[in-house]
């Protein structure tokens, strides 16, 4: 067996990547269940209310265009399919495999669900990334026990809510809804 089920009686087929029956809302769905940092962190916060709060960033960044802002949405689409393997580990050669994979299902959900892959978007999606990397840092993990090399400063204005995964799901799906409409009638 090469495929696995999703959300909403959807399948993944890691044979040919195809994302071609994936839903928005079997993304949503999925990130809302994972926890980031892999649960290690001091309470539930999910990788879609992660994802959101980068979006709002970019779109404070980009002054509010949609483009960069759905690309900041959309940016761990592919963990809702092949889960998320930690930094340190994903970048070791024997991870190239993983690494491509990710890289290509990222691509046709950006392609599928959003705008496409856009420098700009990427650019400043890392650059929130990291800021709400820093800001998690010090308001849902624990003490670090060594440095966790070198972050922006954490973002004074984001208080963490850590939402229930149903909030999470219906937060996603608004935003991605309200993006969708905005440049649609833009």
């Known amino acids: 067996m090469s495929w696995i089920q999703l959300y909403n009686s959807e399948f993944f087929d890691f044979n040919d990547l195809s994302i071609d029956n994936i839903s928005i809302e079997t ?5 809302s269940m994972q926890c980031r940092f892999n649960g290690h962190c001091n309470k539930f ?3 879609a209310e992660h994802s959101v709060r980068v979006c709002a960033r970019v779109y ?4 509010g265009a949609t483009i960069p802002s759905m690309f900041a949405l959309l940016h761990d689409a592919s ?9 340190p580990l994903k970048r070791l050669n024997d991870m190239r495999v993983y690494r491509e994979a990710e890289k290509d299902v990222q691509n046709k959900l950006f392609d599928k669900l959003g705008y496409g892959y856009d420098e ?4 400043l999606t890392l650059q929130a990334d990291l800021e709400l990397l820093a800001t998690e840092k010090e308001q849902i993990m624990s ?5 966790w090399g070198e972050l922006p400063e954490p973002l004074v204005i984001y208080k963490l ?10 937060e996603f799906l ?3 809804n309200e993006l969708k409409s905005v440049h649609s009638n833009g």
């Open 79 to 87: 963990e809702a399919i092949l889960c998320d393997i930690p930094s």
């Open 174 to 176: 608004k935003t991605y």
């Open 45 to 47: 916060y999910s990788v």
């Open 120 to 123: 700009k978007s990427a650019e």
């Open 143 to 147: 003490k670090a026990p060594i440095e």
């Open 60 to 63: 404070y960044l980009a002054g």
């Open 161 to 170: 809510a850590g939402w229930s995964p149903y909030k999470a799901k219906e």
């Open 27 to 31: 993304i949503a769905h999925s990130l």
